[in-house]
């Protein structure tokens, strides 16, 4: 294929060596729909009908979870081992190519190679028509002011919540990340974090049933090496399978076998690299003597399962920008089969209500629903979900959204379009409607905490609040505060503003096992593997000792 860029804009024209002809079918089927036409009927009605999963808070609680043993009951569980594991060598055993390649050959399009799909994927952040393979940033609205969309901070819309159209990773368009995957390539992509996340199971199908029906969700964090040595020029990206439990009927159980995998990985006499082999066959091939297929598969990417992440800032050191945005944001995305081929499509990004929501005077109808939300979740919100630990604990914060209130983005620079303080409280000045109903509900309950607590613990479950706007916090009410990523005096966690993890040379840390490396995670991830390891421990009945207590109290 060859592309034509022009110089002032990265807008691109693609010939492809098939007939696509304008929709999204390969050669055998030439449609002669658009393709927004074609996409936009079907995703509108699966966004709406999907099940819908918190992505960080799981749906069982801490106290009712049921134990089922270990088939290693001595080996002690080490989190950055079994849990989050970061160690250089031992992500060095997996490529972005793999997991890429792997998705094509499931999609069975014989048309389809890792590079189209790749470039669709980012396509998406641009206009209409583009390469004409799936959806676009302008399908809903067109972006404004027009004057913006030369420096890329016109705004869109989708789900009718504000959406940068176009950005500049668009540009990924032209870039071919698979050529060259070593790590001095700064526009190849590389593993930095393989995340065990058992603690997303979903709960039984009815009470009256022990039938679980997955496993939680095991994730892949890679990210661009452009952002090593560049902090302006950064994109991650997190593939977050849900898996289904093989035998659903025999409750947890059936998740044994993926469990003691897990577990077995705490063993330090495997070394990095052998460890992450074991990890690498266990995304792409399973557990095959176990019934487990491969983690990485379109399936658990989709509508209804698990989803695709993205924490976006390139480019922002381009010396041809004049005036580059800054623009952090975060979005997800799905991996949908339509046509006999495979897109990734935008999603809404969940338990992200849209900050128009939350602004005094809104007219808009869903601010009735997440009204409704926050009363039926106030018992979580004030400490009841997770590990259930109540009022003081940040871990058992919990809170999720209705279908529809979520926004296509969460927007980690500008307080306008991803703080739900902001809008909620502008000057400090609180939504007297809102306020009022919230008061209500916690006097009901009786909770000495104020609407404006209530929401700054929203915020928290938020992607933006998590990343960044809530870093910090003492305004969470009782002694919980959110940790401060950003500003800290812990070697181990270095300051790490928007991100969770860091791909950073300078960042690096000592390796858990072995003399090499770990990509270093922040002092927020530390908090919260408090509750993930509890978690993995109480199902496989292990010993809990002291319990770990990474996260900040006032």
Not at 14 to 26: D, E, H, Q
Not at 244 to 256: A, E, K, Q, S, V
Request: hydrophobic fraction near 35%; charged fraction near 20%; proline fraction near 8%.
């Amino acid at each position: 294929m060859s592309y034509i860029r022009t110089p002032s804009k990265p807008a691109f024209v693609i010939s492809l060596c098939l007939t696509v002809g304008t929709g999204l079918a390969w050669p055998a089927a030439a449609q002669t729909v658009s393709a927004q036409t074609q996409l936009n009927l079907p995703l509108q009605s699966l966004r709406a009908n999907a099940p819908q999963q918190h992505p960080e808070r799981g749906a069982v609680k801490l106290d009712s979870l049921r134990s089922i043993g270990s088939n290693l009951p001595n080996l002690p569980l080490d989190r950055h081992l079994s849990i989050f594991i970061t160690d250089v060598e031992t992500m060095d055993q997996i490529r972005f190519s793999e997991v890429m390649d792997q998705l094509v050959k499931q999609s069975g399009d014989p048309f389809l190679t890792k590079e189209i799909l790749f470039h669709q994927w980012w396509d998406s952040a641009g206009q209409r028509p583009g390469l004409s393979l799936g959806p676009h940033c302008d399908d809903e609205a067109a972006p404004t002011p027009s004057s913006g969309i030369a420096n890329d901070t016109a705004v869109s819309s989708l789900n009718n919540f504000p959406y940068r159209c176009p950005r500049l990773e668009v540009a990924e368009v032209a870039n071919n990340p698979f050529n060259d995957e070593s790590s001095a390539n700064t526009n190849t992509y590389s593993a930095i974090a393989f995340s065990n996340r058992f603690d997303l199971i979903s709960p039984p199908a009815s009470p009256n049933t022990n039938r679980s029906p997955d496993c939680g969700e095991y994730r892949i964090i890679f990210a661009r090496n452009s952002g090593r040595l560049d902090p302006l020029n950064r994109n991650l990206i997190i593939f977050e399978a849900r898996v289904p439990n093989p035998t659903p009927d025999d409750g947890l159980n059936g998740c044994r076998p993926i469990l003691d995998f897990w577990h077995g990985l705490s063993d330090t006499t495997i070394n990095a690299a052998d460890r992450g082999k074991r990890l690498h066959d266990f995304y792409l091939s399973g557990l095959p003597a176990a019934g487990v297929g491969p983690i990485v598969a379109i399936a658990h990417y989709t509508f209804g399962t698990g989803q695709i992440r993205t924490n976006q800032f390139m480019l922002n050191s381009d010396p041809g920008l004049s005036a580059p945005p800054v623009d952090w944001t975060l979005r997800e995305f799905k991996a949908l089969g339509t046509n006999g081929t495979l897109v990734i499509v935008p999603d809404s990004v969940k338990t992200n209500p849209g900050n128009d929501l939350f602004k005094a005077g809104s007219v808009d109808v869903r601010v009735g629903s997440l009204n409704q939300d926050i009363r039926a979740q106030m018992k979580n919100i004030l400490g009841g979900a997770g590990p259930a630990k109540g009022v003081d604990d940040v871990n058992s914060i919990g809170f999720a959204t209705g279908v529809g209130l979520n926004a296509f983005e969460s927007d980690e620079k500008d307080h306008s379009l991803g703080d739900i303080v902001a809008a909620f409280a502008p000057a400090g000045v609180p939504n007297p409607t809102l306020s009022a109903s919230v008061q209500a509900t916690l006097t009901l309950a009786g909770s000495p905490l104020t609407p404006l607590n209530v929401v700054s613990r929203l915020r928290t479950q938020t992607c933006a609040g998590c990343h960044h706007y809530s870093d910090g916090d003492h305004g969470l009410g009782g002694r919980a505060f959110w940790p401060n990523k950003q500003s800290i005096g812990d070697p181990t966690h270095p300051a790490m503003p928007f991100t969770q993890e860091s791909e950073r040379t300078a960042d690096l840390q000592p390796a858990i096992v072995g003399a090499g490396k770990r990509y270093a995670i922040s002092a927020t991830v530390e908090c919260l593997l408090d509750f993930r390891e509890a978690f993995m421990k109480k199902t496989l009945g292990l010993r809990a000792g002291t319990p770990s207590d990474n996260c900040p109290r006032q």
